[in-house]
């Protein structure tokens, strides 16, 4: 594909769970190397947008196009091939409980590339290295470990495959300040070093400001809001203000009963 | 006028939820039968599988068939004397282990340790997103995950019901010896005369059917569970009841198939 076209692109996609609308026609790309960072409040659908992109979702409406190739009429074997270039970092981590650590870290490779354990053991090791963990975490298990080192690793996995694409779904939300901006330090560099694409979804507005280079505000499922990183603060969008400032006033407006 | 279709209103609720399930199901079996039939397997994991549900189960297998057949072979021994037809006891405990209880008290069994381990384990993997984790890391969770498990199922549970029909014989065996006083050489010949080929035959295909239920069950309500904690337990619980309820009809079909007439 053309230097020009976008990583990814989302055209007009809607997604509805039974009488609830999730996504309603949602339009969104993220150029080739480029951080895009998603805000928006909790049930916003940015989850959703997500793992319609992963293939997790199908949408209901709309094209998805990864590489300028449409992700949603693709078949599954077509699909596994996409997923190759993808790498993400769950909320949760989501480490595999029943293996060790750096067997978390070389599945891709192992599973989805059919190396040998040997080599992707020596990977898993050196990509450890990288987010600050030392070999012999390596052999522990996820369940042994504290929440900051599980997400060290459950960013290890991400970059292991070295793909072309990486997500991250509130990389930082659940740490405390000082690990998550560890985290997004790690982030920031991982990213450079592999000149990937990456999309983000996140609350956190200092973590957003800090990996970064266009933010874009998701509300009721659609895009609001969209700009480089250096003018969200002058962004004269009222929803926008809100959210970074952390309002309860405001025009966005909680679901919830008033007293 | 709405209250009163109100009632009408809860069974064809109740009917469209019943219809969505049964439809998700055959969606999800569908899928996994077409997974068995492609390759790659994973056969480390299969193994892994075999061994968890297979070889440990023999305990809890074995234990029942051997208490049922003694409990049986004593209750036929009360029941015959009363028509001094002492003699049956070996007959009518090998038709009934090997036809019946063996298959069927064996997968009960399985079912309660196994569908309930399975919808717990994928029912978390599901709410940590590790199954969309495989997802992202290029492994189809129904390859890595459901196949193995169905498959392991489907070919151990035979294998445990053979020996649970063989000790529920010793079982009646034993009690018929040792504590009714049946002659021993009879015991044996009467019970070989009595077994047919379409017996065994019949007790193995209930308990691959059962094997198949047993791990379709636990993986359907894992993989779909939704909803933390609660979600999970739910699942397991569904799992559990769902797998004993296909054993026990799947039984029935087959024994009215095969000895039906």
Not at chain 1, 56 to 83: A, C, T, W, Y
Not at chain 2, 107 to 130: I, K, N, P
Not at chain 2, 186 to 203: C, N, R
């Amino acid at each position: 594909m053309t230097e020009n076209t976008p990583m990814i692109e989302l055209r007009d996609v809607k997604k509805s769970f039974g009488p609830k609308d999730v996504l309603c026609g949602l339009n969104l790309h993220v150029d080739r190397g480029e951080s895009l960072v998603i805000i928006g409040g909790s049930g916003t659908g940015k989850s959703v947008m997500l793992k319609c992109i992963l293939g997790l979702l199908k949408p209901d409406h709309g094209e998805i196009f990864v590489d300028g190739r449409d992700v949603v009429q693709m078949s599954n074997s077509e699909r596994k091939k996409v997923l190759t270039q993808f790498g993400m970092l769950f909320q949760g981590a989501a480490l595999f409980d029943s293996m060790r650590v750096w067997e978390n870290v070389a599945f891709g490779l192992i599973q989805g590339q059919g190396m040998n354990r040997k080599d992707a053991h020596e990977i898993a090791i050196e990509k450890l290295r990288r987010v600050g963990l030392s070999p012999d975490v390596g052999d522990l298990g996820p369940s042994e470990l504290s929440g900051g080192m599980q997400k060290r690793v459950g960013l290890a996995r991400a970059i292991a495959s070295e793909p072309e694409i990486i997500f991250f779904d509130e990389p930082t939300t659940g740490l405390d300040p000082i690990m998550a901006d560890v985290i997004n330090d790690l982030i920031v560099e991982c990213v450079t070093d592999l000149g990937a694409t990456t999309l983000s979804i996140t609350h956190d507005m200092a973590s957003a400001r800090k990996i970064a280079d266009r933010i874009a505000m998701i509300y009721k499922g659609e895009i609001i809001w969209d700009g480089p990183t250096s003018t969200i603060d002058t962004s004269g969008n009222d929803y926008v203000e809100q959210f970074i400032h952390g309002r309860a006033d405001g025009p966005i407006q909680m679901e919830i009963l008033k007293p | 006028m709405t209250a009163l279709l109100e009632p009408f209103a809860i069974v064809g609720r109740v009917f469209l939820l019943a219809l969505a399930e049964i439809g998700q199901l055959a969606r999800f079996t569908a899928t996994t039968i077409s997974h068995i039939v492609r390759p790659p397997i994973y056969w480390k994991l299969l193994l892994k599988q075999m061994l968890q549900i297979g070889y440990f189960s023999l305990p809890v297998v074995g234990l029942t068939a051997l208490f049922t057949g003694a409990a049986l072979a004593q209750q036929i021994f009360v029941g015959g004397s009363r028509f001094n037809a002492e003699s049956v006891v070996p007959g009518v405990v090998v038709i009934a282990i090997v036809r019946e209880l063996g298959p069927v008290l064996g997968g009960l069994m399985v079912a309660g340790r196994v569908s309930s381990a399975m919808a717990a384990e994928l029912g978390t993997m599901r709410v940590t997103e590790q199954i969309d984790a495989l997802t992202t890391l290029s492994t189809d969770p129904f390859k890595y995950l459901v196949v193995p498990r169905v498959l392991a199922s489907l070919i151990t549970l035979p294998l445990l019901v053979l020996v649970a029909n063989i000790v529920g014989v010793l079982g009646g065996y034993l009690i018929g010896t040792e504590r009714l006083g049946l002659n021993a050489g009879t015991y044996l010949k009467v019970t070989v005369d009595f077994l047919e080929q379409s017996d065994v035959v019949s007790s193995m295909v209930k308990a691959a059917v059962f094997g198949f239920f047993i791990a379709l069950m636990g993986s359907y309500h894992g993989y779909n569970s939704s909803g933390g904690a609660q979600g999970v337990g739910k699942a397991t619980t569904n799992a559990v009841v769902s797998a004993f309820i296909m054993i026990l009809l799947s039984n029935l079909i087959i024994t009215v198939i095969v000895f039906g007439t």
